[in-house]
């Protein structure tokens, strides 16, 4: 029978650095000629299908990868809540066998949010500078601190 961590402890052990963030495969690079288009694109598929009906988004690709990233930031949030509400759940109950296998989905889960938050957070930098809006402030992010 497996053991579900208990509420708060780190079921693995922490990296002393954060991965390096890769820049997406199917992005082209900032200066070539479908920068924007490849970056709306990746974004688009991110974003919930309902922000394509957003023309504000098809004009603006660096507003819709500033809502990516919220939407990425909220997502990690919502792994972390589910999470310790889960593990608080199972305290005392009989274990379930897949008890700890969804954990480790919800673990992935919150992984990948935090991998692909670095990737948006790379091509937002480079709309920004493609933009070449001066004026513009980068606004950070607020709600959640990930590396």
Known sequence: MTTIP?????????R?????V?????????????FE????????????????YEQVFHRN???LALMVRFHLDAEIL?????????????IGAPQHPDDAETIDACLREQAWARAVRGQVRLVEDALHLS??????????SLTVNVP
């Open 78 to 90: 919502a792994m972390q809540a589910g999470l310790k509400a889960l593990r608080i759940a199972l």
């Open 131 to 140: 933009a070449g809006r001066v004026g513009r402030k980068r606004v950070a």
């Open 22 to 34: 890769r820049w997406p495969g199917s992005v082209r690079r900032p200066g070539s000629a479908d």
């Open 37 to 52: 288009r490849s970056a709306a694109e990746w974004l688009f598929d991110l974003a919930p299908a309902r922000w394509s």
């Open 6 to 14: 208990a509420p708060g402890a780190n079921p693995a052990p922490r």
């Open 16 to 20: 002393t650095r954060a991965p390096a």
């Open 61 to 63: 690709p660096l507003d």
